[in-house]
């Protein structure tokens, strides 16, 4: 059971990503570390040399920094982030120096990818001791990382490609919508499974399934058992439809649009669209949290309907459900992001955003590759097999698989343009 924040993690990651934007405008400096290397002897001699360790050091005292005053400001244990923090960030740097290497560099494999791959080695192959479970952050970490790329998107391309985008989240979150819950009832699944599932596979993965749990007071194993369906599929999604879309000749727009659309979580979007390519990243960034806005409408709605067919109740008494839902499911970091992109856009001379656009393309990046080792450590695949009834996990799928097909053929429709 979390414990009640002091800030929530939505405002407390808009505070600290725009208030690294502010340090970085005025001046304050941190530490790009040399990460690229071609062999053994360049490796010891720059990546090891005094004055890189010092630039990682210097980095990672940064990064700590802001964690331990999120866990802080977020009334988590403050130990926690002390004692394993350190580690998933000296496993973050194995990925970036992974990814630094000229023969991976060739072969065009970013940082999320080796970060995630670490993650996932040491949670199915070793016993993670509890010191470090209790360290990982994924929304957090993510979610700076997400503030911090509203830097990268100027706000011409919002407005082009958000009315698209809301245009296509509208199409696919109806239709995926009432598809999956159409198949879990053929399959005979629960109604608060079903809610749960057809809400992860079509709006927004595991936040989507956290709102409808709390909307309808659900069942948390079967919350737990959602979220792991989710991440679990989203990793071969993540890996495997970038390719895919180049294979089929699609255009970065189009790519982007349903590498957004599909993928069911926002770090996943972020490291498909990282393979696919900046405009492709951008594209999917933008008609992914065009997707999330529609969260708070769909708790409303699903609270709604829950409230009227007397399944959520409190004492005995249903509950009625309010307008102020709607604002408390909103996503908040998506302000952030906003507020960056503006920022980029129109409030600061061109001279300024490039001095500082390489350093937090480097931290955003960063906060990423923390995010997907915390993945990675989270997920462990035999969780899937440990349900008594598949039925759930063969829903999903064939809903994930509909959606799949359904978002590429709207958005080739939208955005190939």
Not at 61 to 86: Q, R
Not at 257 to 272: E, F, K, M, P, R
Not at 332 to 353: C, H, Q, R, T, Y
């Amino acid at each position: 059971m979390k414990l009640q924040s002091y800030i929530h993690e939505d405002w407390l990651v808009n505070i600290l990503g725009l208030g690294t934007i502010f340090l970085l405008i005025f001046g304050f400096n941190i530490p790009v570390p040399a990460d690229e290397w071609a062999s053994w002897t360049e490796f010891v001699t720059n990546i090891l040399s005094g004055e890189n360790l010092m630039r990682f050091l210097q980095q990672f005292l940064y990064v700590y920094a802001v964690s331990i005053l999120g866990f802080i400001l977020m009334k988590k244990p403050v130990k926690d982030i002390l004692i394993g923090f350190p580690a998933v960030y000296l496993l973050t740097v194995l990925a970036l120096l992974m990814t630094g290497n000229s023969f991976m560099s060739a072969l065009n494999l970013e940082v999320v990818i080796f970060s995630l791959i670490i993650g996932l080695a040491l949670r199915n192959l070793f016993k993670i001791p509890s010191w470090l479970q209790k360290s990982l952050s994924t929304e957090f970490f993510v979610k700076i990382g997400l503030v911090l790329l509203g830097t990268s998107v100027i706000f011409g391309d919002i407005l082009k490609a958000g009315g698209l985008g809301l245009a296509q989240a509208l199409i696919v979150v109806i239709l995926v919508w009432y598809f999956a819950y159409w198949v879990c009832k053929k399959l005979g699944i629960d109604k608060e499974m079903t809610m749960m599932l057809a809400s992860a596979v079509s709006i927004c993965g595991v936040s989507a399934a956290i709102a409808t749990a709390g909307a309808i007071q659900g069942d948390s194993k079967k919350l737990s058992y959602t979220i792991s369906l989710v991440l679990v599929i989203a990793i071969p999604m993540m890996l495997g439809m970038p390719y895919l879309a180049s294979y089929m000749g699609l255009t970065p727009e189009v790519t982007g649009a349903w590498l957004g659309g599909t993928i069911d979580t926002s770090g996943a979007v972020v490291a498909s669209g990282t393979l696919a390519g900046e405009v492709a990243l951008k594209y999917s960034t933008i008609v992914k949290f065009s997707q999330n806005v529609l969260l708070g409408l769909a708790a409303f709605a699903i609270s709604i309907y829950w409230t009227y067919t007397n399944q959520a109740k409190t004492d005995g008494i249903p509950e009625k459900p309010t307008l102020g839902i709607i604002w408390e499911r909103f996503p908040k970091f998506i302000l952030g992001f906003m507020i960056a992109s503006l920022l980029f856009s129109f409030a600061f001379d061109n001279e300024i955003v490039t001095a500082v656009k390489g350093n937090i393309k480097n931290l955003r990046n960063l906060w990423f590759a923390l995010a997907f080792v915390s993945i990675g450590l989270e997920t462990k695949f035999s969780d899937l097999f440990k349900h008594d009834n598949r039925k759930p996990l063969y829903a999903f799928l064939i809903a994930q698989f509909f959606n799949i097909l359904l978002t590429l053929g709207v958005a080739y429709m939208l955005f190939n343009a």
